[in-house]
């Protein structure tokens, strides 16, 4: 029997599980296909690690299989979104377990072992290949029937994005490109940071560092300027992915936010491990069994009186910005607010233009040409505006999100050395202490399948199609060359395939956008993930309704389901009432593709029936409306389910393709239209009162199915089918 792989994750995502993927192992039955879960979840994760530890209740390493799984051809992986830990997350997550009776030991017992459980720990096993995500025909054309509400800008906004112009990550990088396989070193004077690393013929291989005093320097200013303009601070990093540079590079922004404070009490508080990596809550927590506590923690209320206006993440609970680095992620946070006028919020629960913070230039420059597009011409229009899709090279660890074991926090100054197996220096840069020192590898073989796949999406789509590539930038430059040797080895004729800088490519496509034309974007791994958040934003309200196809190089498939950014306020609005606001379109859609893979693969006819099915019942629902709403006692993710669920036995049974799947589907189809109206106002009447999930990170398997199928008539229906 056939499988698809239905991946267990966490927050909404997870919740929403519980209640879809019973209809999808149901209608998958019917065509052989068996669908599997294997729990990649944080909790998941984290038990994964510790076997010994856990006896009976010992998990296996579902994520390492997957890997192995992602290698081969029969890779049939359907993978929602999942928590990308920042430290804050995974000691809650810790602690969870615990009390729910996991023998784990806490981070600081276990360093080395929970190292690999935070961070985008997930999407590098997975994407053993290069991403397509794009907003698909119904979603686009929906979005422009139903255009989402976009703020008006104002030509006199003072919104801006301040970034570094020297010494940090794209001014200090230097590549090459390995001429044979090798291994090599990485030192800092004699201290060895990194042996044997591993790299292949034709890899392109990168060093940078940023300047932690050119750093200081750069957020001193910027706290000043946000004061003397009138307008929120805001930083935007992701503190996540980038689980080594980015918290270190946040609690230097809160240091230098609250510099007054530090210059007075710096002592005790890093004495106490109060540097503000974790944000300014953790602080706070800290100073409750810190003597002397209150008077510091007064000392923080007073800078907040008296500095510049902070953005905040909510401000009835006195969330600011600086609270939780993982609260403010760039590639939601920044999209968000060029949608909402380029405004945050700020502690009186008012818009505010925002000095956005981005300290490492690599690509800030993206978000203020669109800013500055949006002052000269206003918001974008989502019933006119283009589409820009976005062909992603991010296959087996490409770039940064594979650099956190290659990413040091310098302890002395000197020189820092990537030296090959003879000894030879391939890249040196001189380094302070506190500076922050990265390197990254992208191997040959991705790069070349990235080349085919832009092209390849070219000629399918027949859209204008660029590479974002910077030639100032050292990885970029040698990117350019090997793009445009293997550019040779495509048939190109009569595409329009170019290459520009980030910021000159952004440029084009707004403008190309506002008059409704399309532009493919081609990226590397980080700029990718910004992409693929920010201009479905601007286009359909989220990024949770692009379809993302990853066509794994060993011929396997891996679908993408959206973005989870805004998981964990979906989860709170359940635990208070009940109501689960996460739009599952971005898992209809990938379902599709899964089934049609499962067509093209295996010759599984019954695979591809369902699939036009299910792309048709989808395309019904967003035409009807029947997507969640946001307000409690209307339509949430388990009434949107039950309609796709209604659709789609529908267009089975009236389909003329398979006689045996429209025999089946036919009283499927009777009885949930037989019963919509009891089972919709089933549905509503669970909403209103609060929700025990039986935990956060490790929710309780009964609790979160009575929450999230709780309708004994429509599970009876669906049940039926896998009998």
């Known amino acids: 029997m056939s499988k698809i792989i239905w991946t267990r994750t966490d927050e909404a995502p997870l919740l929403a599980t519980y209640s879809f993927k019973p209809v999808v192992e149901a209608f998958a039955s019917t065509a052989g296909i068996e669908v599997e879960t294997r729990d990649i979840s944080l909790a998941g994760r984290i038990l994964a690690q510790f076997p010994e530890r856990l006896g009976d209740k010992k998990v296996e390493d579902a994520l390492a299989q997957l890997g192995e799984l992602a290698k081969t051809p029969e890779a049939?992986?359907?993978?929602?979104?999942?928590?990308?830990?920042?430290?804050?997350?995974?000691?809650?997550?810790?602690?969870?377990?615990?009390?729910?009776?996991?023998?784990?030991?806490?981070?600081?017992?276990?360093?080395?072992a929970y190292a690999v459980v935070t961070g985008s720990a997930v999407n590098p096993v997975l994407r053993e290949g290069n991403s397509d995500r794009r907003a698909p025909i119904a979603v686009k054309n929906f979005a422009k029937k139903y255009p989402h509400k976009m703020g008006a800008w104002s030509a006199d906004s003072k919104t801006n994005v301040a970034t570094m112009d020297a010494n940090d990550f794209r001014h200090n990088e230097k590549s090459v490109i390995m001429p044979a396989a090798d291994?090599?070193?990485?030192?800092?004077?004699?201290?060895?940071?990194?042996?044997?690393?591993?790299?292949?013929?034709?890899?392109?291989?990168?060093?940078?560092?940023?300047?932690?005093?050119?750093?200081?320097?750069?957020?001193?200013?910027?706290?000043?300027?946000a004061k003397e303009e009138g307008v929120l601070f805001s930083a935007h990093l992701k503190a996540t992915m980038m689980k080594v540079s980015d918290p270190i590079i946040f609690g230097h922004v809160v240091r230098a936010f609250f510099a007054d404070v530090y210059d007075k009490y710096g002592e005790e508080l890093l004495a106490a491990g109060l540097n503000g990596e974790n944000g300014l809550g953790a602080i706070y927590t800290g100073l409750e069994s810190l003597e002397g506590g209150a008077e510091i923690k007064a000392a923080f209320e007073a800078a907040l009186e008296n500095g510049p206006d902070l953005a905040?993440?909510?401000?009835?609970?006195?969330?600011?910005?600086?609270?939780?680095?993982?609260?403010?992620?760039?590639?939601?946070?920044?999209?968000a607010m060029i949608r909402t006028s380029g405004h945050m919020w700020n502690k009186d629960d008012q818009e505010q233009d925002t000095l956005a913070v981005i300290p490492d230039s690599s690509y800030a420059g993206v978000y203020q040409a669109v800013i500055e597009d949006c002052?000269?011409?206003?918001?974008?229009?989502?019933?006119?505006?283009?589409?820009?899709?976005?062909?992603?090279?991010?296959?087996?660890?490409?770039?940064?999100?594979?650099?956190?074991?290659?990413?040091?926090?310098?302890?002395?100054?000197?020189?820092?050395?990537?030296?090959?197996?003879?000894?030879?220096?391939?890249?040196?840069?001189?380094?302070?202490?506190?500076?922050?020192?990265?390197?990254?590898?992208?191997?040959d073989a991705p790069i070349q399948d990235w080349v085919k796949l832009a092209v390849n999406r070219a000629r399918l789509s027949g859209m204008k199609t660029i590479f974002w590539l910077d030639p100032e930038r050292g990885h970029d430059a040698n990117l350019i060359t090997l793009v445009e040797k293997y550019l040779k080895d495509h048939d190109t004729e009569g595409l329009d395939i170019s290459i520009a800088s980030p910021v000159e490519a952004t440029k084009i496509s707004v403008e190309r956008i506002?008059?409704?034309?399309?532009?493919?974007?081609?990226?590397?791994?980080?700029?990718?993930?910004?992409?693929?958040?920010?201009?479905?934003?601007?286009?359909?309200?989220?990024?949770?309704?692009?379809?993302?196809?990853?066509?794994?190089?060993a011929g396997g498939g891996l679908f993408e389901t959206g973005a989870g950014g805004s998981a964990p306020k979906h989860v709170q609005q359940v635990e208070e009432e009940n109501h689960l606001r996460w739009d599952s379109l971005g898992e209809f859609l990938a379902l599709a593709e899964s089934f049609r893979h499962e067509l093209n693969s295996n010759g599984n006819t019954k695979a591809g029936v369902l699939?036009?099915?299910?792309?048709?019942?989808?395309?019904?629902?967003?035409?009807?409306?029947?997507?969640?709403?946001?307000?409690?006692?209307?339509?949430?993710?388990?009434?949107?389910?039950?309609?796709?669920?209604?659709?789609?036995?529908?267009?089975?049974?009236?389909?003329?393709?398979?006689?045996?799947?429209?025999?089946?589907?036919?009283?499927?189809?009777?009885?949930?239209?037989?019963?919509?109206?009891?089972?919709?106002a089933e549905l509503l009447a669970v909403q209103g009162s609060p929700a025990d999930l039986g935990g956060y990170y490790a929710p309780a398997e009964e609790k979160i199915t009575a929450v999230m199928r709780p309708v004994a008539k429509y599970n009876e229906i669906i049940d039926a089918l896998k009998k």
């Open 76 to 112: 049939n992986i359907i993978k929602l979104p999942n928590i990308s830990a920042s430290l804050v997350q995974l000691k809650k997550a810790i602690a969870e377990l615990q009390a729910a009776g996991y023998d784990v030991p806490d981070y600081e017992d276990a360093v080395d």
């Open 183 to 225: 291994t090599l070193t990485i030192k800092n004077n004699d201290t060895v940071l990194l042996d044997g690393l591993k790299v292949e013929e034709g890899e392109v291989i990168d060093g940078t560092f940023l300047s932690a005093a050119a750093l200081d320097e750069f957020l001193k200013a910027q706290v000043a300027r």
């Open 514 to 553: 506002r008059r409704g034309e399309d532009t493919i974007s081609v990226t590397g791994n980080v700029l990718r993930d910004y992409n693929t958040d920010l201009f479905p934003i601007l286009e359909l309200g989220t990024s949770a309704k692009m379809l993302s196809v990853v066509p794994l190089m």
């Open 375 to 443: 002052k000269a011409n206003g918001a974008f229009d989502p019933s006119t505006m283009g589409t820009v899709p976005n062909v992603g090279l991010m296959a087996q660890k490409a770039e940064e999100y594979g650099s956190h074991n290659k990413t040091f926090k310098i302890a002395e100054a000197g020189k820092v050395t990537v030296e090959n197996s003879a000894g030879e220096v391939l890249i040196e840069h001189d380094v302070e202490a506190g500076d922050i020192w990265r390197a990254c590898q992208t191997k």
């Open 312 to 335: 905040m993440v909510n401000s009835a609970k006195g969330i600011t910005n600086l609270h939780v680095p993982s609260d403010v992620i760039i590639d939601a946070s920044m999209p």
């Open 611 to 680: 699939a036009d099915a299910l792309d048709k019942a989808t395309e019904t629902l967003l035409d009807a409306g029947k997507s969640p709403s946001r307000k409690v006692g209307e339509i949430d993710n388990r009434g949107s389910h039950f309609f796709l669920t209604l659709n789609w036995a529908k267009e089975l049974a009236a389909q003329t393709e398979d006689a045996e799947l429209a025999q089946t589907f036919a009283p499927v189809a009777e009885a949930l239209e037989a019963n919509a109206a009891e089972i919709e």
